[in-house]
């Protein structure tokens, strides 16, 4: 699986991103899609995932954003978006897209205080 990400950029605290990944190959809708992110001088962690659970969608957001951000995912297009609102200069980190073991590109967000 490969998997393509856009959307990062430079941006104001309070601002809004919204972050897209592609997934190109065979994924299946009962394994998560993520988005991880590593800050400068920090390990990557989890920030959310999304997948099909029975008849519903399970997701799960890191504690720091809660609240913040949205992890949406279109089963018919292998897409998952990552909305991110009210950014805090704390969200500075490239971004990864994730299924599995695959890993896209990463893409830098960056949040002026």
């Known amino acids: 699986v490969q998997l393509q990400a856009s959307g990062g950029g430079l941006v104001q605290a309070g601002a809004s991103l919204r972050l897209s990944c592609a997934a190109l190959?065979?994924?299946?809708?009962?394994?998560?899609l993520a988005w991880y992110r590593q800050a400068p001088g920090k390990q990557r962690e989890l920030v959310a995932h999304?997948?099909?659970?029975?008849?519903?969608?399970?997701?799960m957001y890191a504690d720091s954003v809660k609240g913040r951000f949205t992890i949406s995912r279109d089963y018919a297009r292998n897409t998952v978006n990552l909305q991110m609102d009210n950014l805090k200069p704390e969200d500075t980190a490239v971004y990864y897209c994730?299924?599995?073991?695959?890993w896209g590109q990463g893409t830098l967000v960056t949040v002026s205080s």
């Open positions: 994730n299924y599995q073991t695959s």
């Open positions: 190959g065979t994924i299946y809708a009962n394994r998560p």
């Open positions: 999304r997948y099909r659970s029975g008849i519903k969608d399970s997701t």
